[in-house]
């Protein structure tokens, strides 16, 4: 069995440069919030986006592989997957020890009695949803058993939520993070490639998305990407079914794809509606909203303007009054990233600063006559000191497949 992390035998991961600013980072906000010890539980839910903390503190979790962590405020970090020793991202440290799957609490229990620990503050990540991370689980993310076996293990123990803490630390990318968010903007355009050259009338949804999945492996895409999948007949489409059904496409179909590009675990997104013959003049007017409402919303994303004021931006109203272009936005990173406006969202969202180093999608659709799914466009974008920058570069064109 290998003793080491080599390069050859590797997925993408980061420098060392990069672990030291994250976790001096992490551990100055410890310091300041007085926690002892952030705990990170398995919780593989929302294609792996509920593992985004343990992703951020270790890299570990490829292919949704149950990830526990241990990172104190000083000393070494441990975590434990399904088996110890090497892994293909494990190039920031050695202790990677085994644990039965499900078994997160219990497998910290032993750490901490092994440290000699009696009382202090632990911090468990995604105990609770957040505005700037665990965005889209109000509730939280981690198993409320492993949680009260540690509490019953340690009744001296002070356990707090690290949602809010790591989140702050998560809000503003370094420029490796920026890197790896382009890089999987680029990945997603070229799955978006595979669309373009094998979808046509006729053919198989299961065959485009396979194809899709076949471009996202080959070019060293991390799984399990999510790919949002929206068909049928133009005004009276199937939602977010997130997989194909076992129609084939026909001649009047729209398709809307939300696309991850999972680059050594960070998520970029881009958003694209396709026509299946020539498009109606009602869904290129719909596009055109669409264009102008994201240009705006760019031109606008400057380092202190807030959440508010992007969704003013964005509001675009044409076609004679029939039709309108609202914005969806929300961070892109490790996981479910914030803020998060789409459907539902929480409120406090509204008031919240875009800082130097965000990302967001940034993905405004239309409709017309009220009914959805008639313009859609979106692509991943970087908040500079100056304004902001995609990190895309496909052409604002609407795609008609004949």
């Not at 503190?57 to 000393?75: R, W």
């Not at 997160?104 to 995604?126: D, H, M, N, P």
């Amino acid at each position: 069995m290998a003793d080491g992390w080599s390069q050859e035998w590797s997925n993408a991961v980061f420098s060392l440069d990069e672990r030291d600013r994250r976790w001096a980072r992490v551990r100055s906000l410890m310091a300041r919030d007085g926690v002892d010890l952030i705990v990170c539980l398995p919780w593989t839910s929302n294609h792996d986006r509920g593992q985004a903390d343990p992703r951020y503190l270790t890299q570990l979790g490829e292919n949704s592989d149950e990830t526990t962590v241990a990172f104190p405020l000083e000393g070494d970090v441990t975590a434990w997957h399904s088996r110890g020793g090497v892994w293909p991202s494990s190039n920031w440290f050695s202790d990677i020890r085994a644990a039965g799957r499900g078994t997160g609490g219990a497998t910290v229990v032993g750490w901490l009695r092994e440290k000699g620990f009696r009382r202090g503050t632990i911090g468990v990540s995604g105990l609770t949803g957040g505005v700037l991370s665990h965005s889209r689980s109000l509730e939280g993310e981690t198993n409320w058993q492993s949680v009260q076996i540690i509490k019953e293990a340690f009744p001296d123990a002070r356990v707090v939520s690290a949602t809010d803490l790591l989140a702050e630390a998560r809000y503003q990318k370094s420029e490796e993070e920026i890197e790896f968010l382009r890089k999987g903007t680029w990945l997603a355009e070229q799955v978006l490639g595979s669309v373009v050259e094998h979808a046509r009338p006729g053919v198989a949804e299961r065959e485009v998305w396979a194809r899709m999945h076949y471009t996202f492996a080959d070019l060293g895409g991390s799984y399990e990407p999510m790919f949002g999948w929206i068909s049928g007949p133009l005004g009276d489409t199937y939602h977010r079914v997130e997989q194909p059904t076992f129609r084939s496409f026909a001649e009047g179909d729209v398709l809307v794809v939300e696309f991850d590009g999972r680059w050594g675990g960070y998520i970029s997104q881009i958003d694209q509606l396709f026509t299946f013959g020539k498009a109606p003049d009602e869904v290129r007017g719909a596009m055109e909203l669409t264009y102008e409402s994201f240009n705006r919303v760019v031109d606008a994303m400057k380092p202190g303007v807030t959440v508010r004021e992007l969704m003013k931006a964005g509001e675009v109203d044409g076609l004679g009054g029939r039709g309108a272009a609202r914005l969806t936005l929300h961070g892109r990173g490790t996981g479910d990233d914030g803020p998060l406006v789409a459907g539902r969202f929480d409120p406090r969202v509204l008031d919240v600063e875009m800082k130097e180093g965000s990302v967001m999608v940034v993905k405004p659709s239309a409709t017309v006559d009220g009914r959805s799914d008639y313009g859609r466009w979106g692509d991943t974008v970087v908040v500079r000191a100056g304004g902001a920058e995609r990190l895309g570069t496909r052409p604002q064109t609407l795609v008609e497949l004949v």
